[in-house]
């Protein structure tokens, strides 16, 4: 086995596709984040890291809510769209269908099989981005994503993204089940 | 179109799974984690996020560095057996065969595709769990795993972590190319 130095690279596989949605000035925009992920489990706490001249930001901050929308593989070239072109610049409003829940500043988009609703709880300064973390105050999903009434990958079919090569993939086959299948192995090193 | 109120649930799809390495007391401890992302692009800085009472996170706060393991799909009993018990109890260390990079006290595991050295610029104190913020000082891959230099998520296999119905899968068929696939439709909304 010979590893290489391959350098110090923001890399980490797979990462999310994500649609981070706010109110700039009263009018939706949308904005492809894949820096997201879960950072407490109760309460549900997300993080969403953006660099510091996105126009999405500003929104963030004005009504201090926002959205994070997974959008399906069927959606990715408008997906792609949204990361090609700024808020500064483009109206991304009418892309989608924009609905609100409890925080009445949040937009979500309906054609997106989950959504999550956030108030922002905390801002953190890095060199290049701001992240921010918000309180799941919900999460929106139509029936037909559910299985056991909570949302099932498969049905979702979330788009992964790999960074530096710039693709994004499907989910692909089951490999096994999580906290289980490596109970055969307690007896072995006990 | 129905959205139902699913609750407010630390959703995401997907996440990844990742080996978290520290020392604790002189012996690399290895723990599974799918709350891990990037937050900076430059410097490069990832978080991962532990539950507070977490062995591992001893070995953070001790050195001041850890590691992030990117395992492929073919370690998966491995890798869940690391999620099922705790450092506080077992002894991973033999699991896997350790290496040291330039930090010296952050253990990175050889039979994972990549590997990524982190020295700890920052702690996060949330509800339930401890944020750490590292920053990646060098990224480790056997030639095998690369494409261009870069590492190439088919060759890594890496496993997909699905919450709340805890399985995991693997990456799926190729979907477009990012910052590409929606050029298409920047003519026709400008």
């Known amino acids: 086995m010979e590893k290489n130095k391959i350098g110090a ?23 492809v984040i894949a820096y997201c992920n879960i950072v407490n489990y109760n309460p549900p706490l997300i993080s969403v890291s953006l660099l510091k001249n996105h126009y999405t930001l500003l929104g963030i901050k004005e009504n201090r809510t926002f959205s994070v929308n997974i959008p399906s593989a069927e959606m990715v070239k408008t997906v792609d769209y949204c990361g090609l072109v700024s808020g500064h610049k ?23 099989p989950l959504n999550l609703e956030c108030k922002l709880v905390r801002t953190l300064e890095f060199p290049e981005n701001e992240a921010f973390i918000g309180e799941i105050v919900e999460a929106y999903a139509e029936q037909r994503y559910l299985t056991n009434a909570l949302p099932d990958i498969k049905k979702l079919d979330p788009i992964i993204f ?10 692909g086959e089951n490999l096994a089940r999580a906290f289980h ?6 007896s072995e090193n006990e």
């Open 9 to 31: 690279k923001p890399l980490l596989y797979p990462m999310p596709t994500t649609l981070v949605g706010a109110n700039v000035s009263g009018k939706p925009n949308y904005l």
């Open 162 to 171: 790999s960074s530096h090569d710039y693709n994004y993939w499907k989910v």
């Open 181 to 186: 299948v490596g109970k055969e192995l307690i």
């Open 90 to 112: 483009v109206d991304k409003s009418k892309l989608f269908n924009t609905f609100y829940g409890a925080l009445k500043t949040a937009p979500m988009i309906e054609e997106c």
